[in-house]
């Protein structure tokens, strides 16, 4: 049961999600995982596009049996890095590009429709945010904006960084969105993975 973001407004292409996360300390090196990883990722200042981790030699990963999964990393994460696990749903924005020295905005701008499903669950005050894994390096929220749908196309977006009230859902529903960025003129090229979408909202069962 949970709130899922796809790229497809029949719910076939997942988003990719994050399914386990540990925050550096320099000592602990294993996290629980809600899903069986299909990336790992290490988020720091020099790395905010978040440095791939090679299962095997970096990480290994143990089935607890119950639906979830252990990630046991060889070495901890310092304070200040942060190492994300992900599912295998495909990243927001993955079929597009940016040009960022060009002078034109139109240019430098990433925009794509997603769609909020309530899987067998109802959910109330369901809110889209815009979240950071580093913050002063990478990305920035700033670059990002969140609207409504409107007859398929995006209605009025909020200022940058703003999340998005999606309102109440009962189970089954599907709710259509815009999210749009911005990248700075000047930017050095990069696939940056830091800024990620955050759905969240109180969960009830259909029972």
């Keep these: 049961m949970a709130l899922k973001v796809y790229k497809d407004s029949a719910c ?3 988003i990719q999600t994050e399914v386990g996360k540990l925050s550096g300390d ?3 090196t294993s996290f629980t995982c809600t899903g069986n990883p299909a990336e790992v990722r290490k988020f720091s200042t020099s790395a905010p596009y978040g440095q791939l981790l090679s299962e095997g030699t970096d990480y290994s990963v143990t089935d607890n049996g119950d639906g979830t999964y252990t990630v046991t990393l060889t070495a901890a994460p310092a304070s200040g890095e ?3 696990a992900f599912d295998n749903g495909e990243k927001v924005f993955a079929d597009q590009y940016a040009i ?4 034109s905005e139109s240019d430098r701008t990433f925009e794509q429709q997603l769609f909020v499903k309530a899987e067998d669950v109802n959910a109330q005050n369901v809110t889209v945010a815009i ?4 913050s002063g390096a990478g990305a920035d929220t700033s670059w990002f ?4 749908d409107s007859s398929g ?3 009025t977006y909020g200022s940058a960084g703003a999340s998005l009230n999606i309102g109440n859902m009962n189970a089954g529903d599907v709710v259509p969105f815009w999210v749009k960025c911005i990248v700075p003129q000047g930017t050095a090229m990069e696939n940056y993975r830091d800024v990620y979408l ?3 909202g109180l969960e009830f069962s259909t029972n």
Excluded: I
């Design 12 to 14: 076939t292409q997942p």
């Design 26 to 28: 320099g000592s602990t």
């Design 82 to 84: 942060t190492v994300v």
């Design 100 to 103: 960022g020295n060009s002078a």
């Design 131 to 134: 979240e950071d894994y580093v």
């Design 145 to 148: 904006y969140l609207a409504p």
């Design 153 to 155: 196309s995006p209605g």
């Design 198 to 200: 955050k759905v969240s």
